[in-house]
């Protein structure tokens, strides 16, 4: 570090503008370092997710396991989607390839993963559970109609006819 004596206010003045010139390009020169050093860090991170993004399926199980509602770059439906949602987008392609597309090729496979799972998000609890409240009121016994009698009056009916306060328009002494 240089010692500058300083005499008077004009010496102060420019070093003052010195310092503070000083100070921009340092800042410019540390801004710079970290972008090139941010780069090179997320350079391998970049790759892999290229990588990754060209296998058919990688996203579906990325985004079970993902915590977060918004996964990587790319928002989808996946990863807002429910529990269940992702758990079909697993469980369809694996049961079908076990089943109906056991002796077929890798090509079938494929595709019918990539059906499945655009399949398997239109389903969700909501729809599931719309389905089975459905079900159920069909199933579930009709209410009992109950015989009115004409001259008796329900109990709340007989609650608003008959107010015991005191009329409005009586005169109290």
């Not at 206010?9 to 020169?29: C, D, G, N, P, V």
């Not at 949602?85 to 079938?108: D, M, Y």
């Amino acid at each position: 570090m240089m010692k500058i004596k300083i005499n008077n206010s004009e010496e102060l003045k420019k070093e003052l503008l010195r310092l503070t010139l000083l100070k921009k390009e340092q800042e410019a020169y540390l801004a710079q370092q970290y972008t090139l050093l941010k780069n090179k860090v997320e350079t391998p991170a970049r790759v892999f997710n290229a990588v990754v993004s060209n296998v058919p399926g990688v996203g579906m199980i990325k985004g079970l396991f993902s915590t977060s509602a918004s996964g990587g770059g790319k928002t989808s439906a996946s990863n807002k989607s429910d529990w269940l949602t992702k758990a079909s987008q697993i469980v369809l392609p694996l049961v079908l390839n076990r089943t109906l597309l056991k002796k077929s090729g890798w090509l079938k496979k494929t595709l019918v993963l990539l059906a499945s799972e655009g399949a398997a998000s239109q389903i969700n609890k909501d729809k599931i559970s719309s389905v089975v409240n459905k079900v159920a009121d069909f199933i579930r016994p009709k209410k009992s109609s109950k015989k009115k009698h004409k001259n008796i009056k329900p109990l709340e009916e007989e609650s608003e006819d008959s107010n015991l306060s005191i009329p409005p328009l009586s005169e109290t002494y």
